[in-house]
């Protein structure tokens, strides 16, 4: 070979061979700082500043070789800390660097994630026009792309955000939606944020019992994660709900605990929140000056941050507080400042901004083109085009009345013959529950009565006949038989129409039926919650037929050795919670499911209720029944 030739082809393999080991470096590089993200995400709520460390980190080591990609993470993760931290301003700065990249290399996914922090953002600092647009465009991003835990998350922060507008009604759908989604993709941190935002909510519905039912139950779940960032705020909202009903000692000792916990995460917009809420505590408690002192921090807190709502409410307080003191011109002051905020949050503008913000968007947009257009000719053209804009928004506008009509027709119709669908169906159930009755009447007056008489007279047999006879042991067999049918006959009846469920209604039904079947075997916890009054006797018939069914199947088939049973009533509705630690089973065997459980669908859904069943292989059954408010 030539000599020029091969140091040409040993260059050439050098370089190919160099090339090879950068590419790999860059792939370990780029691996390394992804791991770096994923720590700084992670620590965001228990360890502030192992989550700064990170996050600086993969910036600096991204920046230094080129990696824009990550670059962008890094910014839009060090947002994500600062804003975890109730620090806004240098939060609002990293995440519109991220979103300024994240353009630049059209990533769609990025550009969204960028959105959504930048609403997190407002929606804290009281700018709900700015926060609304934000999360809407990662909405619609979020959904072109199919990114499902992402919509949920979304939905989270809208709840959160019409929650700022005291719109508590069109919340809980969002929370709802997010639980549902969280729950079926198994994330139960995130499930946790919901019962955590639910808590919070039902508070603000005078919904008290339920908020300190889903607050305990986020707080056991976020300590077992060791979400030490987010468990003060369940804390918190258990605080209120205890407030709400008048267990006062509960609640001091929940916002102080909460207290403690923002304290040492250095959250400042949720310090503010729990001494505000602390502060109505000591006032019950005969704390004046304590109350005092807690407002004038947490309207200081509030006022380094910008949080407009915390120093809304500080001011409220602090003016009452003044007065009732006689000091009318401090109380002035803190008046002036509370009327100026919440001027600026709940002025009819910026409600008209957040429901017609895209509309006035466009309207500008075309007021622009039009000014660009010569004052004379597009003055005429605009005014042609008007015309025939109008002829066709009456001829549309005429036609989708004359369509809207006819759809109103058609699904009134629809509507009318469901109900009489139902109604019949109805029908038969109540007949079929008279017929349950009257056999089970019949068993125990009619047959009940000879099987009785026939079980007396052959005691009275039992007298005469000798006691070493043949004949008295066959009448011996035959007492003991007639006894136990005479016992299963008794059983059968009580099942087919039990006492309690006629008398005394549900809940105690329910309780005597636990009773009986609760023993070493299978331990059984029953909680009721809110049913305080008798539902109508069809809806108790079904639930409590429904209930049975579902029971024995976990006796029967489950291999269980403890099953939690829970009813609940809200304004929502009734819920039914059956669950057990036993084997489980495959979902896919739910496709052909056996007559037990299609009888509980067909019950159920006769009075439009729901029936939701998870299970597995070796992690049990978790079996949920809910009937809407509306059909109580």
Request: hydrophobic share 40%; charged share 25%; aromatic share 10%.
């Amino acid at each position: 070979m030539d000599v020029k030739k091969y140091i040409l082809c040993l260059f050439s393999l050098s370089a190919f061979l160099f090339t090879g080991v950068a590419q790999e470096r860059a792939v370990k590089t780029k691996k390394v700082l992804k791991e770096w993200l994923d720590k700084a995400f992670e620590f965001r709520y228990t360890q502030l500043d192992s989550s700064f460390h990170y996050g600086h980190k993969a910036l600096k080591v991204a920046q230094e070789i080129g990696l824009r990609d990550v670059e962008a993470d890094a910014l839009r993760s060090l947002a994500t800390t600062f804003q975890a931290k109730g620090d806004y301003e240098p939060a609002l700065a990293y995440a519109f660097q991220a979103l300024g990249l994240s353009k630049e290399l059209k990533d769609k996914l990025k550009i969204a994630h960028c959105d959504n922090i930048i609403g997190m953002i407002y929606d804290q600092q009281g700018n709900f026009p700015a926060a609304l647009s934000h999360y809407r465009d990662a909405y619609d991003t979020y959904k072109t792309l199919g990114q499902e835990e992402w919509l949920a998350m979304i939905a989270t922060n809208l709840g959160i955000l019409f929650k700022g507008q005291g719109e508590y009604k069109k919340v809980i759908p969002y929370y709802r939606e997010a639980y549902a989604i969280y729950t079926k993709i198994d994330h139960p941190i995130e499930a946790a944020f919901c019962e955590t935002n639910l808590g919070s909510v039902f508070y603000y519905t005078q919904q008290y019992d339920s908020c300190v039912y889903y607050s305990l139950k986020a707080e056991k779940a976020l300590a077992v994660h060791n979400y030490t960032q987010i468990q003060p705020v369940a804390q918190a909202n258990a605080g209120l709900g205890y407030f709400g009903l008048g267990k006062i000692t509960e609640a001091r000792q929940y916002l102080e605990k909460a207290l403690e916990g923002h304290r040492k995460n250095s959250n400042k917009k949720e310090i503010a929140f729990t001494l505000i809420h602390l502060s109505k505590v000591y006032n019950k408690l005969q704390l004046g000056h304590q109350a005092f002192e807690l407002l004038r921090e947490a309207k200081q807190l509030a006022q380094e941050i910008g949080s407009s709502r915390e120093i809304m409410d500080a001011s409220e307080l602090l003016a009452a507080y003044h007065k009732a003191r006689q000091d009318y011109r401090q109380a002035l002051s803190e008046y002036i400042d509370y009327s100026q905020v919440k001027d600026t949050l709940f002025n009819q503008e910026k409600m008209q901004a957040i429901t017609n913000y895209q509309f006035q968007y466009d309207t500008e947009k075309k007021e622009q083109q039009i000014e660009l257009l010569s004052r004379e000719t597009a003055i005429q053209q605009l005014q042609l085009k008007q015309r025939t804009l109008l002829l066709i928004f009456v001829v549309g506008f005429l036609s989708i009345v004359a369509i809207a009509v006819y759809l109103w027709q058609n699904r009134r119709k629809i509507h009318s013959e469901a109900k009489l669908q139902r109604d019949a169906a109805k029908q038969v159930l109540h007949a079929e529950e008279r017929e349950r009755r009257r056999i089970a009447t019949d068993l125990h007056d009619g047959v009940g009565q000879m099987l009785s008489a026939a079980l007396l007279n052959l005691n009275q047999s039992m007298d005469v006949i000798p006691a070493d006879s043949e004949i008295r042991l066959s009448v011996e067999k035959a007492q003991t038989l007639l006894s136990e049918s005479y016992d299963e006959m008794r059983s059968i009846s009580h099942q087919m129409m039990p006492n309690a469920l006629l008398k005394t209604g549900l809940a105690s039904s329910i309780r005597e039926f636990v009773e009986k079947i609760n023993g070493p075997k299978i331990k059984i916890q029953l909680d009721v919650i809110g049913l305080h009054h008798r539902l109508d006797e069809q809806t108790e018939t079904v639930l409590y037929r429904s209930i049975q069914e579902a029971v024995n199947n976990v006796v029967k088939h489950a291999a269980a050795s403890q099953l939690f049973l829970q009813l609940i009533k809200d304004e929502d509705g009734v819920t039914v919670t059956i669950e057990d630690n036993g084997k489980g089973f495959d979902m896919k065997k739910l496709k052909a499911p056996g007559i037990g459980l299609r009888n509980i669908y067909s019950r159920i859904a006769l009075i439009n209720g729901t029936v939701d069943i998870d299970s597995a292989p070796g992690r049990g059954t978790l079996f949920v029944i809910h009937i809407p408010g509306k059909e109580l």
